[in-house]
């Protein structure tokens, strides 16, 4: 999800990307909570009085707030000899759904990935590969070596 900030006088605009993950983060359980009563609670006020007086609030605050699952994403497979590899050397050149081979620096960052997304932040295109978790490379910084991502390529089925 995007917010977009924008400054009273000089109308400068900077928008941040939070992942689910990481909104369930920042908000306070007892918020979701309160929610979860109101939505449960549909006592009926007593007389002529607004006062709804019942034990909703007591027993549904006794809950407590599960873990998020995370949902295993699905794993993509490729046979390299069946398809064509594409070095990503510039911008615009990634689209929206598209299969990446990425080779990181690290071995651990090895993988295939879909492009779930493409966001301009800043000027620059941002390939996110993980909504969920955030996980995301700058097409300019893997062009410049600077990224974690050493190489990208296209796989052209
Ligand atoms: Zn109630």
Redesign the pocket.
């Known amino acids: 999800m995007d917010f977009t900030f924008t400054h009273p006088e000089s109308r400068e605009q900077k928008t941040l990307h939070l992942s689910e993950e990481q909104l369930v983060e920042m908000i306070d359980s007892d918020l979701i909570l309160e929610k979860m009563v109101e939505e449960q609670?549909?006592?009926e006020p007593i007389g002529e009085t607004n006062v709804?007086e019942?034990g909703?609030e007591e027993y549904y605050y006794e809950f407590e707030l599960d873990e998020q699952k995370e949902q295993p994403k699905k794993k993509i497979e490729i046979n390299e000899y069946e398809v064509d590899l594409v070095v990503v050397t510039k911008e615009g050149q990634i689209k929206v759904g598209d299969k990446l081979k990425i080779i990181g620096k690290n071995t651990r960052d090895d993988q295939y990935a879909i492009a779930e997304d493409i966001l301009m932040i800043g000027g620059n295109e941002e390939i996110i590969i993980d909504t969920d978790k955030n996980r995301y490379f700058i097409t300019k910084l893997l062009i410049k070596g600077t990224s974690w991502a050493k190489q990208v390529c296209l796989v052209r089925e």
């Open positions: 609670c549909n006592c709804v019942c909703c």
